[in-house]
């Protein structure tokens, strides 16, 4: 049976048993998500705590063993709503209502029946469920956790009390699932970043703005290297645009109207902070905005002066920091900040090269994917489609969109990609490519993204002369490889636990002199490794050996060179390889070389 019908099942009996204990609750939605499910609850002036989830927990394995019988019904919609209201169920009346808005006039809702034929649980439900309770294992599912979230993410909105559970089909399953969950903590970057000292933040610079500590940097610096050496075999051209941009830009844009929740408010310029402190007016005004988006500057540069059919192909990276605004509520580290790095491109091209672009670029993102470890295998695509039944919400005309949407498709189809179509997913200026990757614990990451854009074509009057000598519009492509460099670097540090590669490591290799006497070869070893661009430190440190090791192998450093009197005399170094825990002697000369190798190579 499918799990996710099982999933389904056991939220709607967690509802029933949350209402046995707290019958004044109000329910809100509970829908099953990977692994596990979640129930939204609204419990007034009463208060569940983690205590108290044992009792739940007992309470539902109570109503599987009755083996209850799911029974699925409809209602009209008044009759619907007036039980909800009869009820008082508010958040269960406004999911009516929005279906009532879709044209729906009925309203599904499913009983639960005990074996004497009582009726022990009603709620609105779409389904569907598993036929009896019965058909659950009562040992196959576990308790995670309580966090709270606004209705419906609105911080306008009450905040909820949301129950987390596990749920799989055996217990087997479920055990080896908590395994994966307790490996996650340790990999999780919240807890390593203090040990790797990559990064750190500070409420004087703002909440949601990492300092990128020389660690931290040396790891950024590998993966932008890596990034911008792999556009240049790709024929991309760099550009560089600034922070900020002039209020007419935005408003150009549409950014200003359909983008504005998520954009920090205007600033006045032409008068310096000490005038504007002493609120003198300033003689001449502008209104500029930091950049949620690099997209209209690059507008701006191909603007710039006349194009020819003759010059596309043009592929314009840039590594540009953005800005977004963010509440303090929905920060989290690295995975959600107020400025990032995204690592943008746009591809502006001519009709009869579109096919050939798109799958120029998928091929690139699965050689990203590959050059860091993730199995390509494993990638899934989400195909993001507009509403077939509410085309007016979106830009411009069915000819685009039918072109655009029928073109992705066939090349995700061409292509062999594991992919999902998604009707309503996409944005309001085109239909998009998503993919996600699944790290070493099976958890699925949004990375790359790759979509059209005629929006901002026919808001700047992008034009070209082609063949005939007519002006013609351009198709610009979006695309990002990693999403953003901070949220790529998260989910690394998570992905290696610390153990990188040793082209990523930050810090390659560690010299450690037995003694003190040893000091002078040990900072000969460590210039000459310096002067071949090797990542190296050297412990000088009055601990002991083993102390000094230890430090070492904490850090996970890939190589730790011991230096004493026979690697003295023999121009040689002692190495211990971390991951494989190997231990050999060998010339200075034919190490570097190794090392060197080993980068280029770009060995896991």
Not at 206 to 220: F, S, T, Y
Request: hydrophobic letters at 40%.
């Amino acid at each position: 049976m499918n799990i996710e019908i099982k999933r389904h099942s056991l939220s709607h009996i967690m509802a029933q048993a949350i209402k046995e204990m707290y019958p004044n609750v109000k329910m809100a939605i509970g829908p099953n998500i990977e692994n596990w499910f979640y129930y939204d609850f609204d419990f007034g002036s009463e208060e569940i705590k983690e205590e108290n989830l044992k009792e739940l927990e007992k309470k539902m394995k109570k109503i599987i063993s009755q083996n209850q019988k799911f029974e699925q019904y409809d209602l009209d919609f008044d009759e619907a709503l007036s039980y909800l209201k009869e009820k008082n169920e508010d958040y269960k009346v406004e999911m009516a209502m929005e279906l009532k808005e879709k044209w729906i006039n009925k309203i599904s809702f499913y009983k639960n029946i005990m074996q004497n034929w009582n009726i022990s649980y009603i709620d609105m439900c779409s389904g569907p469920h598993v036929e009896n309770s019965n058909k659950l294992d009562s040992n196959a599912y576990k308790l995670d956790k309580i966090a709270w979230a606004y209705w419906k993410w609105d911080s306008n909105n009450k905040m909820l009390t949301r129950i987390y559970w596990l749920a799989f089909d055996t217990r087997e399953e479920l055990d080896n699932h908590i395994k994966l969950l307790e490996e996650a903590k340790k990999r999780d970057h919240r807890v390593l970043w203090k040990k790797l000292k990559l990064f750190t933040f500070s409420d004087k610079v703002w909440l949601g703005l990492p300092l990128w500590l020389p660690a931290g940097w040396m790891l950024w610096k590998q993966v932008e290297d890596f990034w911008k050496e792999t556009h240049e075999k790709a024929w991309y051209d760099f550009v560089r645009t600034p922070h900020i941009g002039n209020k007419i830009l935005w408003e150009t844009s549409g950014h200003w109207g359909f983008y504005a929740d998520s954009m920090y408010p205007p600033m006045e310029v032409w008068q310096s902070l000490e005038e504007a402190k002493v609120w003198e007016k300033a003689k001449e005004s502008e209104t500029f905005l930091l950049k949620p988006m690099n997209c209209p500057f690059h507008v701006e540069i191909y603007n710039d002066e006349p194009k020819s059919y003759r010059d596309f192909p043009l592929r314009w990276a840039e590594s540009g920091t953005v800005y977004r605004f963010e509440k303090k509520w929905q920060l989290n580290w690295l995975t959600r900040v107020r400025g990032f790095t995204q690592d943008d491109a746009h591809i502006i091209c001519r009709l009869d090269q579109v096919e050939d672009e798109l799958k120029k670029v998928v091929n690139f993102i699965l050689y990203i994917f590959e050059s860091f470890w993730f199995d390509k295998n494993k990638i899934k695509v989400y195909l993001s489609l507009r509403d077939p039944n509410n085309k007016e919400k979106y830009s411009w005309n069915d000819e685009w969109w039918d072109f655009t949407q029928s073109v992705l498709e066939k090349v995700a189809k061409e292509m062999k990609l594991d992919y999902i179509a998604e009707e309503w997913e996409a944005a309001f200026y085109w239909p998009k490519l998503d993919f996600k990757i699944k790290d070493v614990l099976g958890r699925e990451w949004q990375c790359s993204t790759l979509q059209f854009d005629f929006n901002l074509p026919n808001r700047f009057d992008m034009t070209f002369t082609n063949s005939n000598w007519e002006q013609e519009r351009p198709y610009m492509l979006h695309r990002a490889l990693f999403w953003s460099f901070e949220r790529f670097l998260w989910l690394l540090i998570e992905n290696y636990a610390w153990v990188f590669p040793l082209w990523l490591a930050p810090k390659q290799v560690i010299i450690i002199p037995v003694w003190e006497n040893f000091m002078d070869y040990a900072d000969k070893v460590y210039n000459k490794l310096k002067e071949n661009w090797i990542r190296v430190s050297l412990d000088s440190s009055a601990d002991s050996l083993n102390k000094k090791v230890r430090n070492a192998e904490k850090m996970h450093i890939n190589y730790i060179l011991v230096v004493w009197e026979q690697e003295e005399k023999d121009n040689s170094v002692s190495v211990r390889n971390y991951k494989t825990k190997e231990q050999i002697v060998e010339k200075v000369d034919n190490f570097i070389n190794k090392v060197k190798i080993e980068v280029v190579e770009k060995k896991l």
